[in-house]
């Protein structure tokens, strides 16, 4: 529990510098599924980044002045409801279990929290995350100030205590690159798994399958997100869900898809032929994917600002659609009239990445947060070692007219996971095959 004690030491610290105060932090709650099951429980990430305690009903709260303490709200022993849902902690095994100052019963939350608010600077809390926590927080103050007169003061000020953690969040220690690392490393197995189990004929569902039957085999708990599992042209579909559709010869098939490992996530894409071999023109847009996600790899290193790799990522792609005829330069000009309109955008319309932590789509400011920023344009955030970004540029070709009838249909994108290094970057995501040689040797040997 150190790691988890460390961090609540440097948020409290952090609360100190700007005047102290109390952070309230809760877990998620619980979801209906229908009349009579849940959804899968999974704990608010801010909350276990903080702590490590897995049960729902739970929060933390920071009392940071100029002494500290960390205390952990969380559900009572109960033997019944053991029986029927699990083992629980209670607060006096929690407190000792997971490093606390003290613990209470979350059915005290209620009568513990005005005492705890009381004379408190301020109050360190994500405002309109939860609106029926947001009452109880508007009554813990109102019983505060009702004590005006006994000279007691309510919190003067409010801070989001999101945007601290996010900070926070964004730079990985190495307890959690070591879990990223066997994330990826499982979800590369299932997408290798999955390419030596495809052939035409199978649906796209069997293909998912395959990938949560590999996450689940390796002890991951979830997969990290929805799989994208698109054969043909639902390769041009960005958020397609794996359906019914039928691997046809001659298709290409993108997977979209990683696990979540100890509340961790890992995120890969990978495209490759249902039958094995790539056709010339499955091949010559593959190759410019290839060539683009290499341009921004090469720019993902300290120094260098998140917007590079996607720039470099970009006019690799955009010359690529010149040289294959996707854009006409008769129509649209040379490369930098192409970049300058941006009329890639037809075939390249997301960014080339994002951030990668507890969250697939991670927390942390894509500009930086100084003062001199704040009073013009923010600049993009410049890249440091601790980092996590995927790297994935694409091309998705829909029927055009003027477009090559050879490329129609054709959606291709390559995924990794890349860690800032201090002299460059790490693909974590380095189990999945990815050249076309080892796509179609991988395929050949199933």
Known sequence: MKS???????????????????????????VARNSDAD??????????????????????????GKTTRAILFCREKNLEREIWDGYR??????????????????????????????????????????????????GWLNAVRMQARAGVTAPAATHDVHQILDEMRLFKDEGEIAIMRRAATISGRAHERAMRMSKPGLREYEIEAELLHEFRRHGSQFPAYT????????????????????????????????????????DITRTYPANGKFSDPQKELYEIVLAAQAAAIAETKPGKRFIDGHDA?????????LDTGLLDANKVGSLDDVMTKGD?????????????GMDVHDVGNYRELSEAAAEGEKPWRILRPGM?????????????????????????????????????CEILTHAAPKTVDEIEAVMRQA
């Open 227 to 266: 799989s994208i599992v698109a054969t043909g042209s639902n390769a041009c579909v960005l958020h397609y869900r794996a359906g019914d559709a039928v691997l046809k010869d001659g298709d290409l098939v993108l997977i979209d898809a990683g696990c979540e490992l100890d509340s961790y996530a890992s």
């Open 313 to 321: 990522a970009v006019k690799v792609l955009a010359q690529g659609m």
């Open 39 to 64: 959804f899968p429980y999974r704990h608010d990430s801010y909350f276990y980044y903080l702590s490590g305690f897995t049960e729902p009903e739970a929060v933390i709260v920071l009392i940071a």
């Open 89 to 138: 902690f209670g607060p006096d095994a929690a407190r000792t279990s997971f490093g606390f100052d003290a613990a209470f019963p979350i059915s005290a939350l209620d009568s513990e929290m005005p005492k705890l608010l009381a004379d408190a600077p301020a109050i360190f809390y994500a405002l309109g995350n939860d609106t029926r926590l947001d009452s109880r927080v508007h």
């Open 344 to 356: 890639y955008r037809q075939f390249y319309m997301h960014r080339t990445g994002h951030w990668m």
């Open 4 to 30: 988890y004690a460390a961090r609540r030491a440097l948020l409290m610290s952090r609360m100190q510098a700007m005047g102290g105060g109390v952070a309230i932090i809760p877990t998620a709650p619980e």
């Open 388 to 424: 996590v970004t995927t790297v994935e540029p694409g091309i998705y070709v829909r029927p055009a007219e003027g477009i090559p009838e050879k490329y129609w249909h054709i959606g291709i994108r390559i995924e990794d996971d890349a860690l800032v290094t201090d002299s460059g």
